[in-house]
C-alpha cells in the first residue's frame, strides 16, 4: 500500500497548452456587448426586430466564440491537437512533417496537408520588438542576447508566438520515432459551432426575405 504522504507524479502526458489571451479577451469583449445589445433588442423590440435580434444572436455568438474563444492548441508526448474555429485536429507527431512560420503559424504533414494554428498568432510587432532588444544586447556585448542565464526575468529576444513555435517544433523533433507517437492525423468538424451558425444564417435569411 503507498504512503498518502509520497507526492503524487504529474501524468506522463500531461498536455501543454497554447492560446492567445488577446484573442480571447477581445472574444469576450465583444460577446458581452453583442448579448446585451441582443438582449435589449428583443426585449424593447417591435414587430419583426426581436425575431431579427435572436436570429442575428444565433449566428453572430457562435462565430465570435469559434474565431476569439475556441482556439487552442494542445502539445504532450504523442500528438499535437489543434482546435481551430471550426475544425479540430488531431497529429500524431509521426505524422508532423514541420512547424512553419512565416506571415501565420503552420503545420505540415506528411501526405502534404497543411493546418494554420489558430491559437497561436503571428504577431510582426512582437517580432520587432524582440529583434530590437536582440540588437541592443549585441551592441552592448551581451553574448547571451539580452537573456543571461541567472537573469531568467529578462525580457525574450524572440516574440511569444515564435517561442511557443520553437518549443512544438522541438517536442516534433524528440517524439517523431517514439512508438506512442505512430499515426494519421484525424480531423473532426466543429458540428457545435457548425450548426447554430447554419441555422442562424437560415431564420436571418427567411426574417429578411418574407419582410
Known amino acids: 500500500m503507498s504512503d498518502p504522504r509520497e507526492p503524487v507524479a504529474e501524468p506522463a502526458y500531461k498536455d501543454r497548452t497554447f492560446r492567445s489571451p488577446a484573442g480571447i479577451a477581445g472574444g469576450v469583449l465583444l460577446l458581452a456587448l453583442g448579448v446585451w445589445l441582443g438582449i435589449d433588442a428583443v426585449i424593447r423590440g417591435e414587430g419583426r426586430t426581436p425575431w431579427l435580434a435572436l436570429a442575428g444572436l444565433l449566428l453572430a455568438v457562435p462565430l465570435v466564440v ?6 487552442v492548441v494542445y502539445a504532450n508526448d504523442d500528438r499535437l491537437r489543434i ?3 471550426f475544425r ?5 507527431w509521426a505524422s508532423v512533417a514541420s512547424l ?10 506528411n501526405d502534404g ?3 494554420q494554428l489558430w491559437a497561436i498568432p503571428v ?19 551581451d553574448p547571451t542576447g539580452g537573456r ?3 537573469d531568467p526575468h529578462a525580457p525574450p529576444t524572440r516574440a511569444p508566438g515564435d517561442l511557443s513555435m520553437d518549443e512544438l517544433r522541438e517536442l516534433a523533433e524528440r517524439r517523431a520515432e517514439e512508438e506512442s507517437a505512430q499515426g494519421e492525423p484525424v480531423v473532426r468538424w466543429a458540428y457545435e459551432i457548425v450548426a447554430p451558425c447554419v441555422a442562424g444564417a437560415v431564420l436571418l435569411a427567411v426574417l429578411l426575405a418574407v419582410g
Do not use: D, W
Open 83 to 85: 482546435r481551430n474555429p
Open 123 to 141: 504577431s510582426l510587432r512582437g517580432r520587432k520588438r524582440a529583434a530590437r532588444r536582440k540588437s541592443q544586447a549585441a551592441a552592448a556585448g
Open 113 to 115: 496537408a497543411k493546418y
Open 66 to 71: 469559434a474565431f476569439t474563444v475556441r482556439p
Open 148 to 150: 543571461p542565464f541567472l
Open 100 to 109: 512553419r512560420s512565416g506571415y501565420s503559424n503552420e503545420v505540415l504533414t
Open 88 to 92: 479540430t485536429i488531431t497529429l500524431p
